[in-house]
């Protein structure tokens, strides 16, 4: 049974960093495809950030540069680091791996 656990979210001021930590029971994060996702109130779902089994990642064009997906593959984590946040990227973040969804973990960006 896969399980993913979403934690380091919170509060922060816009041009502030977080990382979020996805810690994943029941598959190896080396040998799937992770993804962080986000929904903001009254919105749609939408894809942040995937890493593949082979390392390569892609990213939402509005979070190139300034958002950077990673694992960890002894701690079998994976991460999201946030930088130069937005009141924009306010929203419940979401760790996926084929079907499967975390929890989710607030980030909130105040302007």
């Known amino acids: 049974q896969v399980q993913l656990v979403e934690s380091g979210g919170g509060l922060v001021q816009a041009g502030g960093s977080l990382r979020l930590s996805c810690a994943a029971s029941g598959i190896r994060v080396s040998r799937n495809v992770m993804g962080w996702y986000r929904q903001a109130p009254g919105k749609q779902r939408e894809l942040v950030a995937q890493i593949y089994s082979g390392g390569i990642t892609n990213y939402a064009d509005s979070m190139k540069g300034r958002f950077t997906i990673s694992r960890n593959n002894n701690k079998n984590t994976v991460y999201l680091q946030m930088n130069s946040l937005k009141p924009e990227d306010t929203a419940v973040y979401y760790c996926?791996?084929?079907?499967?969804w975390g929890q989710g973990t607030q980030v909130t960006v105040s302007s």
């Open positions: 996926w791996t084929y079907g499967n």
